[in-house]
């Protein structure tokens, strides 16, 4: 597709349980951002991407978020042990350098509730 | 590291009314990019407006337009002629970018301003 997909669009999981985030940025686009949006609040940082350096990881809350991304392209957030406090929508990013046309392309998000 | 703040966590106008909304931030770069993004209740982040640090002049788009000062560290949005379907969540945004112009970096946002838009 032509933007930024992010699956699933909705997650019930069970506290203490694993789950996994995808995203699938646009092609060509270098980096890719994660962020954490709480109801009605604003955008927390959680790890940023870029082509091949090592990830930004200062944003991630606790060792039981984890991110990686597969050949420069799709990217998975893993949250281990999932704790009720997680629940929030997680929002995917990605973006490519193009000089003064430079802009973020955000995915629909995941909306992640622990029960 | 780089914050970005809105100070007005709401924010009310009359249809066809003009608003503006607050934005400073802190940097210690010289080169960089700032954003205002739209969030609808959809939940799409879609952006309003950008700005190069390096130009001086106000970027505008349509009834959507800036004020950067620069050495003052701020960037208003104002939005003219304001519409309903402009009632949104607002995030002010500030990614750094190398002299040459490609961006790199992360791209952090204000804590949001909720704009209702009344008829």
């Known amino acids: 597709g032509a933007g930024v997909s992010q699956s699933p669009s909705n997650k019930v999981t069970e506290k203490g349980k694993d789950v996994e985030l995808r995203c699938d940025p646009i092609s060509g686009h270098t980096a890719l951002y994660w962020y954490r949006q709480s109801l009605g609040q604003g955008l927390e940082f959680l790890i940023y991407?870029?082509?091949?350096?090592?990830?930004?990881k200062s944003g991630l809350p606790s060792d039981r978020f984890s991110a990686e991304r597969t050949g420069g392209s799709v990217s998975t957030l893993t949250i281990q042990r999932t704790q009720q406090e997680d629940s929030a929508v997680y929002l995917c990013?990605?973006?490519?350098?193009?000089?003064?046309?430079?802009?973020?392309?955000f995915g629909q998000g995941t909306r992640l509730t622990v029960v | 590291a780089q914050t970005v703040t809105q100070s007005q966590p709401e924010m009310s106008v009359q249809e066809a009314e003009t608003v503006t909304l607050s934005c400073t931030y802190d940097t210690s770069e010289n080169n960089y990019y700032l954003f205002w993004y739209k969030q609808p209740p959809s939940r799409q982040m879609i952006l309003v407006i950008r700005q190069e640090a390096y130009k001086q002049q106000n970027a505008t788009e349509n009834r959507f337009s800036v004020n950067f000062q620069k050495a003052a560290k701020s960037f208003s949005l104002k939005i003219s002629d304001s519409q309903l379907g402009d009632t949104a969540m607002y995030f002010c945004?500030?990614?750094?970018?190398?002299?040459?112009?490609?961006?790199?970096?992360?791209?952090?946002f204000g804590q949001g301003t909720i704009l209702t838009v009344h008829p």
């Open positions: 991407f870029q082509g091949n350096s090592a990830p930004d």
């Open positions: 990013a990605s973006c490519k350098a193009l000089g003064g046309n430079t802009e973020a392309f």
């Open positions: 945004a500030f990614m750094k970018s190398s002299a040459g112009g490609t961006s790199y970096g992360k791209l952090t």
